[in-house]
């Protein structure tokens, strides 16, 4: 199967896409068993072609076949690093090192000096400091910084005369779209869940950066005809779609009665809690999601981050290992406070043999977040007779 694609997206605009079905740990952490797509862009243009972006390294040869096909190298004249990350960047050497005469680097100031460290290569450079829009052959281009989506030297770009915007990371999302446009894709809510766990687990850190940026994207006023980003599907039926998308989970909005339940179980005690309440919380019209590990499950982490996002419930239930909460529960609450951060009401259940320590040490790692514990609910080996009258009166509480 070819995994590179070239299409002319519009006039002159090209996308130049790498599917990448290798990759199981995204930033070597988070499970994307959907895969992903670098998509990189090339406008040619009366002064020469305009590259925007790149591929991750480990592809940089397809990139260069790939450029190819659509201009010759020395035609080049920009390149637009729209962000650093070696998924866009990866490339950028070996492509340069092609390119005579050496082409113009438009990025954030700190691009020049981040291309140097990373690749130790000097480039002509040209700094975005603000908002800027500069006329290259018979194209207006704006180029917008955008911080923080998904590094401090983040920024898109508008290319005025095709009304199309190019924004890299931001709203982007993890999947293989069969095909380029929203419109062709036949299920865009299964593209959009590879899109929350995108947004969770590589930008969670920066919600409020989304909503800073997607307002003053909206103040600058641009008819945005299609929207282009680095991963993923591109929008042109409905771009306000994916941007109403970003802002609503950046916001943290739910939409409904969604119960998140994580736990680890190394013998059967906290699972056999768990199945209370998951039943109780099914009497109470809550759609439940379960991650478990166990003897025979171990739950992906990125999937928990994920569904934590839109989350109007969390049930933490954690057993006691070595005086502290079973370890790998213990990244859960770490990756939950670091990605995630919500308003969001959490129970904690646990069981322990001979000391309940649980309920501290979760008071204690969660007591800077915005998170809230309704209850602690500890118990040796098994649960107390009381416990379903426990939980009921607790999710009465939080339903209120
Ligand atoms: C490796 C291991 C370490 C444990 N460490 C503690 C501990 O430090 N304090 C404690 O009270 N119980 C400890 N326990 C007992 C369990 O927390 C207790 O049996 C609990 O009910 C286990 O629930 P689970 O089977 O759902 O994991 C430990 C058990 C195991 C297997
Ligand atoms: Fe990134
Ligand atoms: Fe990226």
Redesign the pocket.
Known sequence: MDRTLVHEITNNLFLLRMVDDQVRYFEALWEIPEGITYNAYLLRTSEGSILFDGWKGEYTKDFIDTIKKVTDFNEIKYVVVHHMEPDHTGSLKQVLELIEPKPLVIGRPMVKDMIRSFYGIDVKFKPIKKVEEIKIGEYNLMFIPAPWLHWPETMVTYVRELKTLLTCDAFGGYGIPHKIFDDEEPDISQYLRGVKKYLATVIGSYKSHIIKNINNLLRLNIEIKILAPGHGLLWRKDPKRIIDYYYHLAKGEVKERKALVVY????????RAISKIVKILSEYAFRVEIFEFNDKERAEISEIISEASDSSFIVLGI??????M?PLMKNVIDMLIKKVNREVPILVVS???????VGTKVLEAIKNSKFKIVDVIQFR?TTTEDFETKVKNIIDRVIA
């Open positions: 680890d179980s190394m013998y059967g005690f906290v699972e057993s006691t290992y070595e005086n502290d079973f069981s322990y043999g001979w000391g309940p320590v080996g």
